[in-house]
């Protein structure tokens, strides 16, 4: 009986080593998951610390640049929107980012526009349908626009980049009505510039 339970504590034991050598480590991932939720508290003191009267509405990190550092992008209920860099300055990019009463509030959105580069878009509507966006690319630690369209159907971003601007183009005055078009505009990664096709107004 004594021989078999030493040989059950000596298993226990071995069992016990094995499995802690076998779990896995922590990964890159959950480090910056990590960074990121703690870029995003740094963003939100810096806000409050010299716009005290700020209040978030909207608030997105990521990392536009792919140099592995995380940058916070703000929007707020007065309609301001605001960069917290990587080097950690506050920096106003925009202001009136607001939606008329009743259409869907402003939003943020960041997307890949390459495998090494992520841009930003505000969204904000207005009557009678109209949605306005604004593009942004990170350049010298602050954001340079890089689009600006309004389409009176409605703009939107694809899985691939692509941004859609939706807008009526208007019959001679003699037939009346209209009909739906479509721009696309397509990130240029060479020329740092957007590129239309379709219909662009």
């Given at each position: 009986m004594r021989n078999k339970f030493i040989l059950s504590l000596l298993g226990a034991v071995w069992l016990g080593t094995s499995l802690a050598s076998l779990a896995p480590l922590p990964s890159a991932s959950a480090s910056q998951s990590s960074d990121l939720k703690a870029q995003a508290v740094q963003a939100r003191k810096a806000l409050a610390k010299k716009y005290p009267h700020e209040h978030?509405?909207?608030?997105?990190?990521?990392?536009?640049?792919?140099?592995?550092?995380?940058?916070?992008?703000?929007?707020?209920?007065?309609?301001?929107?605001?960069?917290?860099?990587?080097?950690?300055?506050?920096?106003?990019?925009?202001?009136?980012?607001?939606?008329n009463e009743g259409f869907e509030n402003p939003t943020l959105q960041v997307f890949a526009v390459s495998p090494t580069e992520k841009q930003i878009a505000t969204f904000h509507s207005f009557g009678p349908s109209n949605t306005?966006?604004?593009?942004?690319?990170?350049?010298?630690?602050?954001?340079?626009?890089?689009?600006?369209?309004?389409?009176?159907?409605?703009?939107?971003?694809d899985s691939k980049g692509r941004i859609h601007q939706h807008w009526k183009k208007y019959r001679e005055w003699e037939v009346g009505g209209w009909y739906p078009v479509e721009a696309v505009y397509t990130w240029n990664a060479a020329k740092h510039k957007y590129t239309g096709t379709g219909m662009i107004p």
């Amino acid at each position: 009986m004594r021989n078999k339970f030493i040989l059950s504590l000596l298993g226990a034991v071995w069992l016990g080593t094995s499995l802690a050598s076998l779990a896995p480590l922590p990964s890159a991932s959950a480090s910056q998951s990590s960074d990121l939720k703690a870029q995003a508290v740094q963003a939100r003191k810096a806000l409050a610390k010299k716009y005290p009267h700020e209040h978030i509405y909207s608030i997105r990190t990521a990392d536009l640049n792919n140099d592995k550092k995380y940058e916070s992008f703000m929007l707020t209920e007065t309609g301001n929107f605001f960069l917290y860099n990587s080097k950690g300055y506050l920096i106003p990019i925009a202001t009136e980012i607001l939606s008329n009463e009743g259409f869907e509030n402003p939003t943020l959105q960041v997307f890949a526009v390459s495998p090494t580069e992520k841009q930003i878009a505000t969204f904000h509507s207005f009557g009678p349908s109209n949605t306005w966006t604004k593009v942004y690319r990170l350049q010298g630690g602050t954001l340079v626009k890089t689009l600006d369209v309004m389409g009176d159907q409605g703009v939107e971003i694809d899985s691939k980049g692509r941004i859609h601007q939706h807008w009526k183009k208007y019959r001679e005055w003699e037939v009346g009505g209209w009909y739906p078009v479509e721009a696309v505009y397509t990130w240029n990664a060479a020329k740092h510039k957007y590129t239309g096709t379709g219909m662009i107004p």
